[in-house]
């Protein structure tokens, strides 16, 4: 479980790092810690909050088929930038086009790491 969390935690920080490079309106000011440390606190905002959120908000994601989770997801970049001084996402669409762009990474290394082969190796 640990190992996963590193794992976790590890991409998060690189695809952070991605998302601020290809768009111009999310930056990191130059700074490798506070990309660092964004992937930190994205990744435990993604592991406590968010299954609560997703909790309190299904009644609103069954009606809107799942576009509801969508805004949950933005909300955890939107949290973050909040936290870590020096992380600035600007503009409705930077924040769209950020959130797709991680759960589109996150979703393949998802793919990748459920393979049994996969898991296997990293719970050793």
């Not at 794992?7 to 990191?28: C, H, P, R, Y």
């Not at 000011?29 to 990309?35: E, L, N, Q």
């Not at 968010?50 to 009644?59: A, E, H, S």
Request: aromatic letters at 14%; proline letters at 2%.
């Amino acid at each position: 479980m640990i190992k996963w969390l590193l794992v976790s935690w590890a991409v998060n920080a690189v695809v952070l790092g991605i998302v601020g490079w290809l768009l111009g309106g999310v930056t990191f000011h130059g700074s490798t810690s506070t990309v660092i440390w964004s992937a930190l606190i994205f990744g435990v905002l993604n592991t406590v909050l968010k299954p609560v959120l997703k909790l309190v908000t299904l009644p609103v994601a069954l009606v809107t088929f799942g576009l509801a989770w969508f805004f949950v997801a933005m909300l955890m970049l939107w949290l973050t930038q909040g936290i870590i001084n020096g992380f600035d996402i600007n503009g409705f669409w930077n924040y769209v086009l950020a959130t797709i762009l991680v759960w589109a990474v996150n979703v393949v290394i998802d793919g990748l790491f459920n393979d049994s082969r996969v898991t296997k190796a990293l719970r050793r």
